[in-house]
């Protein structure tokens, strides 16, 4: 299974001598739905790809399915009026209990305290984020029930469409943008790569191909909103949390908080993508060598070995 992670293309391109190297010939199914009204301005990726992109029109189809099923459009829109409340309501707790967390390790304490009230605090956090993914499996199960995907003919033909453009691929690209919509739009559409196919994801791209897709930015106008967590991933590259843009949106000179966010998310590794960024994954996943990932000691080192 070949899968690559790149960070943002905006300002390095790396794009296209990254798929020369994986697929030299053949169509490359791209999905740029993250850009939802500019998914059709592909002419700077067309010439990248030299004429071999193929698009999915992800966004387009799906406004074709909102303006086409009356069924599912309204299902769709409590659904989004029932994750926006969950998240409210979600952010609201994991803030109250990731200050907690931060002010008790501002505070000056015998070292064997400290660490209790680290493990004990970052405990109660992870909870918070089991407790809100759940909580979005069960609304994910009621838009199910409510109109089923299987029963839409829009739907049904669309995802028709898109597998058999994925069948004639020679590998995947997926862009980035709003990450929220991509991953609809690829959930909608049934777009999960066979593991002998390919698949590049860049950006909101990469972080859709992990377990969980992880918000940040410590440079918002509102200040350091925390990390959150939004919905489970492709699973693609496992065991990864995709930090894109990481200088620009993470405060990687504060060792305190990155501890914090390595502990929370213990069960992977918090990956940094940041522009120029290419991370070759191993046949299970692994990371290589080189990439770049936050450690327990809050700092940011390149892994020695494969892992």
């Given at each position: ?24 010939d053949g169509?490359?199914a ?6 939802q ?10 010439a990248?790809?030299?004429g ?10 799906l ?18 009026d ?17 200050e ?55 739907i ?10 994925l ?27 066979p ?34 967590v ?63 990932v ?7 080192h390149?892994?020695?070995e494969?892992?």
């Open positions: 299974m070949r899968t690559v992670l790149l960070g943002p293309q905006r300002f390095r391109t790396t794009l296209g001598q990254v798929i020369g190297a994986v697929v030299p169509a490359v791209t999905v740029t739905a993250g850009w009204d500019r998914e059709g301005n592909t002419g700077e990726l067309d990248i790809l030299g071999r992109g193929r698009h999915l029109n992800l966004y387009g189809r406004s074709d399915v909102l303006e086409t099923d009356r069924r599912f459009a309204e299902a769709a829109l409590a659904h989004r029932a994750v926006d409340e969950l998240a409210g309501i979600y952010s609201a707790r994991l803030h109250s209990a990731l907690s967390v931060y002010s008790v390790q501002r505070r000056r304490h015998r070292p064997d305290l400290a660490e209790a009230a680290l493990a004990d605090g970052v405990r109660v956090v992870r909870g918070i984020d089991r407790w809100y993914l759940e909580t979005l499996d069960q609304l994910y199960g009621e838009l199910q029930a409510a109109a089923p995907p299987e029963d839409s003919e829009p049904s033909r669309h995802r028709a469409e898109v597998a058999e453009a069948r004639q691929a020679a590998a995947v690209a997926i862009g980035g943008g709003h990450v929220g919509v991509l991953l609809r739009c690829l959930r909608l559409f049934d777009v999960d790569p593991p002998q196919l390919p698949v590049i994801g860049w950006s909101a791209g990469a972080m859709c191909l992990t377990d969980r897709v992880v918000l940040y930015n410590d440079f918002g106008p509102r200040g350091a909103v925390g990390s959150e939004w919905d489970r991933g492709l699973s693609r590259a496992p065991r990864i949390v995709a930090l894109p843009h990481a200088r620009r949106r993470l405060r990687l000179d504060d060792p305190m908080v990155l501890r914090v966010l390595v502990r929370r998310f213990a069960d992977a590794r918090c990956l940094l993508l940041d522009d120029g960024a290419r991370v070759d994954l191993g046949p299970s996943g692994e990371l290589p060598a080189g990439a770049r936050i450690g327990d000691d809050g700092a940011v390149n892994l020695q494969p892992s």
